[in-house]
């Protein structure tokens, strides 16, 4: 049963809302408004949570505001393109298409952008678990949520710099953070590998077991308290004068008063549509599972090759790489079989057998400034976009989608959401 202090408060004004993509982002935010009592449908042409909302690394992990363009991260492009177990990769036929991304991208190093990102992440997300926990308590989930912490594992104590540009961000936002020696390494990870003799700890971060499980708990949810899931594909905006009427369809054409924009990837599609056009690019990723019944405490990042290994129901999930190809493209198997070595050399109890494993490749809706696009079109401001979010969706979605609902209902946000602006770089086209 729903808690209204813990959830929501009802909406003065209800509204039919249409809610485009049934990710963690789209699900979230339709259940939210829903249980304000909106009248909500929610829309996609794919079974939900079957995107990047399936394959993701499963961690709810407020730590993760620092942006990836930062001052110097384009001296490391080149190490990484080189090392096949690297966490980067590029299809080079895909880089004229990528110019626009990498443009911005190198903006959003400059002078005081990467703290103003840094500053703007952590209104979002620093406090994900807490944001999260009223949800799954409401809704019975919590059984799928442990909040035991992130480890960021080094090789080598010297190769952590307190002063590197990335800490300094994360202990003025207020991330807390405790280094752990290579002995209470081996006590509190005693399947980790020895290699690894130094670690940060931080322990308001969380993960879940079983990402796909959230999802349909949450769509389950939403549907128990009168929410619609239709299997369709938006191909337009019904608008009238100012105000939008109805969602387009291949068919038919959804009455609506508001809509959302939550479709992943397939948002750069959708924007367009409205002559917003943003550098939101696919960063693939991939994992593999591997059935174990081997014990992890935390979920465990490399920090040298950024791969991260999290426990989940029935064996482990590795996941990592960004990979830039374009959309559309068959997957690279060879990198998630690279994510199993890497896996395995990070905790030498993990079987090799590679039958029993299985792989996944997801697109990531990517952003050249690690901020995702939240906020009215220009457009048209009874539309949405709440997509972008590239590797936080997961810790993201409730913040994200206590925002939306404040914006349905025109309320102010409870935090300032004008560095989501999604007009920060689009190009209007008329």
Known sequence: MIQQNEVTVMSATRRKVVVIGAGIIGVTSALVLQSEGHHVTLIDPAEPGTGASFGNAGCFNSSSIVPLALPGVLGKIPKWLADPSGPLSIRWSHLPRLAPWLYHFLAATRGQQP?????????????SVSNLEPLVRAFGLEHLVRRSGHLLAYRREDAFNPNDLAWRLRRENGIPFLEVRREELAQIEPALSGDYRFAIRFPDNGFTVDPKALLDGFLKAFLSIGGSFRHLQATGFAITGSSLTGIETPHTTLPCERAVIAAGIGSGVLARFLGEHLPLQAERGYHTFVPTDLRLNHSIMDADLRFVATP????????????????????????????????????????????????????RPSLPDSLPAIGRSHACGDIIHAFGHGHIGLTAAPKTARIIADLVGDRPPSIDVSDFNPGRFARRRH
Do not use: Q, T, V
């Not at 703290?115 to 406090?127: E, M, P, Y």
């Not at 990979?323 to 070595?341: C, M, Q, T, V, Y």
């Open 115 to 127: 703290d103003r990102n840094a500053a703007a992440l952590s209104r979002l997300i620093g406090s």
């Open 312 to 363: 989940m129901n029935g064996g482990i999930r590795i996941a990592g790489l960004a990979e830039f190809a374009g959309n559309g493209r068959p997957p690279n198997w060879k990198f998630a079989s690279a994510l199993h070595e890497l896996g395995r050399g990070m905790l030498p109890g993990l079987p090799d057998d590679r039958k029993c494993a299985s792989r996944w490749m997801g697109s």
